[in-house]
């Protein structure tokens, strides 16, 4: 099956990506959940660092509603922060909950150094750099999983991770990768113009992208190892 469409520049950085893409997206987390094959305490603790990794990347998104110029670029970030706090993030709790971990301890669980590099490399690149940059870190994590979603929806072979995989290949999430991707395009027009792809600016953009989907491989390994 082919990937969704998240846009024009989400389309060109993730085919600049090449191998890392894949290692990201077909990672044997991703295919342990795909057929059920995960342990249950991988997940839980994947799942607990990625409450950790939600609330920096929460704080991420803020940065872009500081970075906007425009109300709409404002509004966008502002709906991805609400979404994520206030939906992704009750998977989270509800799951853990449900395994006997409350919230409070789900808020203090100790980050994880491959977690920590992640988040705060996406808040590095949004400090020193404009929304351009911020978004094109940001990107892989938001269109990945929503690449994820819908490939294991379909292709699942098991129950287990069922509400996992319907969360990232639910009509809400999908719709904010659409949103993500439109304004990446949008913010990239805006300020380095339509040729965005032909600008000196591009190369590192992408560069920025490949890092980030790199530490997603890293996360996802560290996942495997409680
Ligand atoms: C590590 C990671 N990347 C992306 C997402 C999607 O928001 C997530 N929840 N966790």
């Known amino acids: 099956m082919s990937a969704p469409d998240y846009g024009h520049a989400f389309g060109l950085m993730r085919a600049a990506a090449g191998q890392p893409w894949r290692d990201y997206t077909r990672h044997a987390f991703v295919e342990g959940i795909k057929d059920g094959s995960l342990p249950h305490d991988a997940f839980l603790h994947y799942l607990r660092q990625d409450y950790v990794f939600l609330i920096h990347f929460a704080r991420a998104w803020a940065l872009a509603v500081v970075k906007g110029q425009t109300h709409a670029e404002m ?83 098991s129950d287990r991770y069922r509400d996992w995989i319907d969360t990232y290949a639910g009509a809400e999430y999908q719709a904010a990768c659409k949103a993500a991707g439109e304004l990446m395009d949008q913010a990239l027009t805006r300020r380095i113009g ?28 560290m996942g495997l190892t409680p």
């Open 194 to 221: 339509a040729d965005f792809e032909a600008s000196p600016r591009w190369e590192r953009l992408c560069r920025t992208f490949c890092t980030a989907t790199e530490l997603e491989v890293g996360f996802w390994q």
């Open 75 to 157: 509004l966008a970030a502002v709906g991805t922060v609400n979404a994520l706090v206030a939906e992704e993030m009750q998977l989270h709790i509800g799951v853990c909950e449900a395994a006997g971990i409350s919230k409070d301890a789900l808020f203090a669980t100790p980050e994880r150094p491959e977690n920590l590099a992640y988040t705060r490399f996406v808040l590095e690149t949004g400090y020193s750099g404009d929304l351009a940059d911020l978004l094109a870190a940001l990107a892989p994590c938001v269109m990945g999983y929503g690449e994820i979603g819908t490939r294991l929806a379909a292709e699942a072979t």
